[in-house]
Nanobody, 114 residues
Framework: QVQLVESGGGSVQSGGSLRLSCAASGFKFSNYEMRWYRQAPGKQREVIATISVTGRFTSVEETVMDRFGISRDNNKNTVYLQMNRLKPEDTARYYC???????WGPGIQVTVVS
């Protein structure tokens, strides 16, 4: 069955960096666009970044595009979200999603303390 599992989250000081990973299994990873979302307390879940099947094309949400980047390794069936210069407002639960399907990871918490 399709599985997506995020890792790499945690608590970090403002200005620090984290790299989230999402390990995929149960499907041909290289056939699917992948996305990262986040949901802060009391807010709607929002898409942060999208990457094409080969990784050649990416898009990152405007408010974080100068600090976040998305990449993938199709040999490892993994998509990454590199987050730099983190701010307290980046505190949220981060999720990976297979394209626009109903397959999501359970999410992982990122907490940025000032």
């Amino acid at each position: 069955q399709v599985q997506l599992v995020e890792s790499g989250g945690g608590s970090v000081q403002s200005g620090g960096s984290l790299r989230l990973s999402c390990a995929a299994s149960g499907f041909k990873f290289s056939n699917y666009e992948m996305r990262w979302y986040r949901q802060a307390p009391g807010k709607q879940r929002e898409v942060i970044a999208t990457i094409s099947v080969t990784g050649r094309f990416t898009s990152v949400e405007e408010t974080v595009m100068d600090r976040f980047g998305i990449s993938r390794d199709n040999n490892k069936n993994t998509v990454y979200l590199q987050m730099n210069r983190l701010k307290p407002e980046d505190t949220a639960r981060y999720y990976c999603r297979r394209s626009e399907d109903d397959f999501w990871g359970p999410g992982i918490q990122v907490t940025v303390v000032s």
